[in-house]
Nanobody, 120 residues
Framework: QVQLVESGGGLVQAGGSLRLSCAASGSIFSIYTMSWYRQPAGKQRELVGRTTSGGTATYADSVKGRFTISRDNAKNTVYLQMSSLKPEDTAIYYC??????????????WGQGTQVTVSS
């Protein structure tokens, strides 16, 4: 079992920056792929980006070059550094931990979300 707690959301002006954190507890953090998703009001949840257990990060085209995901396995924490924010980045941001096993099982955990609002 993994518990995820996001923090760092808030209100920021367009062009500004925010850093979200996701603290994990309850299992071996380093073996999980950690992802950030977001859900704008009235829309579906979408992937922002992820970092594998080995630290390789990939991003959605909409945030590439502006957002950076990093992880600190010693602190059981994953970060989402957001820069050059746009009003369309406004959403609830969720942290996700995922891993699969050699026997085909999967483990999939979500945080409670943190609101990010970008004003124009």
């Amino acid at each position: 079992q993994v518990q995820l707690v996001e923090s760092g959301g808030g209100l920021v002006q367009a062009g500004g920056s925010l850093r979200l954190s996701c603290a994990a507890s309850g299992s071996i953090f380093s073996i999980y792929t950690m992802s950030w998703y977001r859900q704008p009001a009235g829309k579906q949840r979408e992937l922002v980006g992820r970092t594998t257990s080995g630290g390789t990060a990939t991003y959605a085209d909409s945030v590439k070059g502006r957002f950076t995901i990093s992880r600190d396995n010693a602190k059981n924490t994953v970060y989402l550094q957001m820069s050059s924010l746009k009003p369309e980045d406004t959403a609830i941001y969720y942290c996700n931990a995922f891993r699969s096993t050699m026997l085909g099982g999967t483990y999939d955990y979500w945080g409670q979300g943190t609101q990010v609002t970008v004003s124009s």
